[in-house]
């Protein structure tokens, strides 16, 4: 088959079997059909290399099939693939034990899951049996998956609404306000859930202080501290957790994304004995998952954090983020007229725009300039680059060079609209 004919065969069987409305949009935007991942890039059905910075909205920290990722997997599939169940697994073990060593202190047992949206549901279901309470506090603009529950704490109403009623009880304050949050947290607070910085929401940084003050007011009420690092986690914002920035520890906290080391679905939820006795003493099977903590994700999750401390790619998202940041400013400056602010932490930077519909027009432009970027589900007006940890001095400059030309582009099209 050409490759035009596998693109319309793609695009037909998209419109016919799986999302027609998804299809057009994503035809509109250029994308193509992709074929293979390597290193920071993808190359779609016409042989087009694509840098790719949008990462699996942070997924392939370790870039696109690492070879140890690879290799571990592919050693783990000669041997055993999915659990048995009923015995032990010692991928899940040395995975586990090694959470507890990354991980923010007090947090020492994990459940593993396949996605971010299990482990946000394993934590509010965690919170409010270990408590006994109802209400939940949950952000404006925040993301947390599309399940049941996690839609319940996602704080764009769009995607709520349809499903109401939905679980009771959840409260929203607007995200970086700490006045509203600690007015919110009072003796019947079951869990506050916040992303340290809302990636879908638009990149969005709380005041220094916000999350310390979450911890205390949680304190104070016997309430439970989630923290959604299931896009930050794992090096993404130039540290671990992006929740050591201000040295603050939940009691829970939810991972997915980049844990699968970029090859395999993989989620968790870790949290400290006290949560873990008070969700599993009366009953071991509280909280169970088929496929969940399976051998192959866990040698994936193993080996990518290997490579993440072996690389250096946590130091290394530190340096580049300010190299990626500094030259979408540069753009910035020298498009004032349609960029509003650049923000980010680490290798996870947000370009806001500061109209509506303009986001759109330079991620097709873009595509045409070989990078892949998209915008935030949550806030549309944002760009965010999420690129491989592995990513070079060089790739980013051409990244940077360009957002400028599209911009240009993007500038010289809509003169022609007006
Ligand atoms: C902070 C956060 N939590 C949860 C999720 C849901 O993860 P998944 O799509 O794997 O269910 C996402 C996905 O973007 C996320 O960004």
């Known amino acids: 088959m050409d490759a035009d004919a596998l693109y319309a065969d793609v695009i037909d069987k998209y419109s016919r079997h799986i999302n027609p409305h998804l299809a057009k949009l994503m035809a509109f935007a250029g994308f193509g059909v992709e074929m293979r991942g390597e290193g920071c890039y993808i ?91 109802v209400k939940i506090i949950s952000t404006t603009e925040s993301f947390h998956g599309k399940t049941m529950g996690s839609l319940s704490v996602m704080g764009r109403e769009k995607y709520r609404k349809p499903y109401e009623p939905l679980v ?47 911890r205390r007011a949680c304190d104070k009420h016997g309430a439970i501290l989630i923290f959604d690092e299931v896009q930050t986690g794992l090096g993404r914002t130039g540290t671990m957790f992006a929740c050591e920035h201000d040295g603050v520890s939940p009691d829970i906290i939810t991972m997915a994304k980049a844990l699968g080391g970029g090859v395999m679905p993989l989620g968790a939820v870790s949290g400290t004995e006290a949560i873990w006795d008070a969700v599993y003493s009366q009953n071991p099977l509280s909280h169970t998952s088929t496929f969940g903590g399976n051998p192959l994700a866990c040698a994936a999750g193993l080996a990518g954090i ?43 930077v947000g370009l806001e725009f500061a109209e509506d519909e303009v986001g759109e027009l330079v991620v097709a432009q873009l595509l045409k300039y070989g990078v892949c970027v998209a915008y935030a589900l949550n806030n549309p007006r944002v760009l965010r680059f999420e690129p491989p940890l592995i990513i070079s001095a060089e790739q980013i400059e051409f990244a940077v060079d360009a957002v400028d030309k599209a911009l240009v582009e993007t500038d010289e099209l809509l003169a022609m609209l007006v």
Not at 123 to 132: C, P
Not at 323 to 332: E, R, T
């Open 306 to 348: 290997q490579v993440i401390q072996d690389e250096g790619l946590v130091e290394r998202s530190a340096t580049l983020g300010l190299l990626l940041k500094d030259g979408l400013q540069s753009v910035a400056d020298k498009h004032s007229k349609w960029i509003a602010e650049v923000r980010g932490r680490g290798l996870m």
């Open 168 to 214: 009771p009880g959840v409260v929203f304050v607007p995200f970086g306000d700490v006045d509203a949050a600690i007015a919110a947290i009072d003796d019947q607070t079951a869990c506050m859930i916040v992303e340290p910085i809302q990636g879908e929401g638009g990149i969005r940084i709380p005041p220094d202080g916000y999350l310390t003050a979450l």
């Open 43 to 133: 190359y779609d059905h016409e042989g087009r290399q694509f840098l790719d910075c949008l990462g699996g909205y942070g997924t392939f920290s370790v870039g696109h099939r690492h070879p140890k990722v690879v290799e571990a997997v592919q050693k783990q599939l000669g041997e055993m693939a999915l659990s048995g169940k009923a015995f032990f697994s010692k991928n899940a073990a040395d995975l586990a034990e090694k959470l507890a060593e990354i991980t923010p202190e007090g947090i020492d047992y994990s459940f593993f899951c396949n996605s971010g949206t299990e482990a946000v549901e394993a934590a509010l279901k965690f919170s409010k049996s270990v408590t006994g309470r």
